[in-house]
Nanobody
Framework: QVQLVEAGGGLVQAGGSLRLSCVASGRTFSSYAMGWFRQAPGKERDFAATINWNGGSTGYADSVKGRFTISRDNAKNTVYLQMNSLKPEDTAVYYC?????????????????WGQGTQVTVSS
C-alpha cells in the first residue's frame, strides 16, 4: 500500500509563493509519474501539474503554466510543487497523486493513489 502525505499549504497574500511537498511511502516511487491536482470549494478536482518517473518531462494546466513548477527527488521519495505569483483563484485543497504509469498523466483516472490534501488560501 502506498501512502502520500502532503505538506506546505497555508495562507499567503496574492503575489506570494508557497512550496508544497508530498512524501510517498514504499520502494516504487521512482517507477511512476506523479501529479498535483486541486479542488476549489464547490468545484470539481482539476489537474494542475504532472511529472514523469525521472523528472525529465513535466506538464501543466494552462491556468498555472509559467507560475508553478513541479519537481521530484527520487532519493527522498518526494515530489514538490513550487507555486509563485499566486492568485486568489489558486485557493483550493491541493492533492498529490501517484500515477499508474511512468510517463506524464493529465487525467485523474490515471492516478491510483492520492494524498489527503493540503489547503492553500490566497488572499487578495
Amino acid at each position: 500500500q502506498v501512502q502520500l502525505v502532503e505538506a506546505g499549504g497555508g495562507l499567503v497574500q496574492a503575489g506570494g509563493s508557497l512550496r508544497l511537498s508530498c512524501v510517498a511511502s514504499g520502494r516504487t516511487f521512482s517507477s511512476y509519474a506523479m501529479g498535483w491536482f486541486r479542488q476549489a470549494p464547490g468545484k470539481e478536482r482539476d489537474f494542475a501539474a504532472t511529472i514523469n518517473w525521472n523528472g525529465g518531462s513535466t506538464g501543466y494546466a494552462d491556468s498555472v503554466k509559467g507560475r508553478f513548477t513541479i519537481s521530484r527527488d527520487n532519493a527522498k521519495n518526494t515530489v514538490y510543487l513550487q507555486m509563485n505569483s499566486l492568485k486568489p483563484e489558486d485557493t483550493a485543497v491541493y492533492y498529490c497523486a501517484r500515477a499508474s504509469r511512468t510517463w506524464t498523466q493529465y487525467m485523474a483516472d490515471e492516478y491510483d493513489y492520492w494524498g489527503q490534501g493540503t489547503q492553500v488560501t490566497v488572499s487578495s
